[in-house]
């Protein structure tokens, strides 16, 4: 309500916002970037503008809520979801014979590591579980041995590339976070392009620098990373009397307008 000094006129502005809070319990208007990136409105180019600390904190927002429902919520997902299952599917684009390579190699590999390709954003984790192969020049998909011999041959590339791999992401992969720091921000960029974001390297370090207890240190990167995919906040808001608050959404699969953050000491949102 705003009041004129002189006429004693008071005026009431009614309208609609659309608001978030942040990890650290703060509300934010909601700017439209954040929402056309969220719908998939528009998609994302390698060399994309920097996005804003409210753009990044709603889009860990909705990645948090999401591995929330499928980490600790078994039987709302079940009901939700009708038996599908928990793990995550993503796909990558081959464009070279060395990606082809790349991804034979992260296939065998049993380590945490993870491998990009020759296109920025394209991360293949080590160890994930390979569904299928498809070419453009196939009608069928193909598997990785027989797409490198036919590579070979002089008109391979240019019938067969760039292919697209398709595999799981499973929860149990994901929760295997590296201790390097580059390997971090890489695994931390595939999760957040299996729920659509596609994060170039500079706004996945800001987003993680963000939330960083210590904005450069490897230990603190882990840690976002490892609460994210836990589905559990790195920062909670305390309450005026110092109490630690918890979010709190109406229904574990309700969206993102629905939810609070409460303190369950003193009963108060």
Not at 52 to 61: C, I, K, P, Q, R
Not at 149 to 163: N, Q, V
């Amino acid at each position: 309500r705003l009041e004129a000094e002189r006429s004693g006129l008071e005026v009431e502005l009614i309208g609609t916002r659309r608001v978030f809070l942040d990890t650290h319990g703060m509300a934010h208007e909601l700017a439209a970037s954040a929402g056309q990136l969220l719908t998939g409105a528009e998609e994302m180019e390698d060399d994309q503008d920097e996005l804003g600390a409210m753009d990044l904190e709603y889009l860990l927002l909705n990645v948090r809520n999401m591995q929330d429902l499928r980490q600790n919520h078994q039987r709302d997902w079940d009901r939700e979801h009708k038996g599908q299952s928990r793990d995550l599917m993503h796909q990558v684009v081959l464009h070279t014979a060395n990606d082809v390579v790349l991804m034979q190699r992260a296939l065998e590999s049993s380590s945490d590591g993870l491998v990009e390709l020759s296109e920025p954003g394209q991360i293949i984790p080590n160890g994930i579980q390979l569904d299928y192969v498809q070419c453009p020049g196939l009608a069928m998909p193909i598997n990785l041995e027989e797409l490198l011999k036919r590579l070979d041959t002089r008109s391979g590339h240019r019938e067969l590339l760039p292919a697209t791999a398709a595999f799981t992401l499973t929860q149990d992969r994901l929760k295997r976070v590296p201790y390097e720091q580059d390997m971090i921000r890489l695994h931390f960029q595939v999760l957040m392009s299996a729920y659509g974001h596609q994060l170039s390297m500079s706004n996945a370090r800001s987003a993680l620098r963000l939330q960083a207890t210590s904005p450069d240190s490897p230990t603190a990167w882990r840690a976002v990373v490892e609460k994210l995919v836990l589905g559990v906040p790195h920062f909670l808001p305390t309450c005026p009397e110092a109490h630690a608050m918890d979010y709190s959404p109406t229904a574990p699969w309700a969206s993102l307008c629905s939810t609070t953050v409460e303190c369950s000491t003193c009963q108060i949102a």
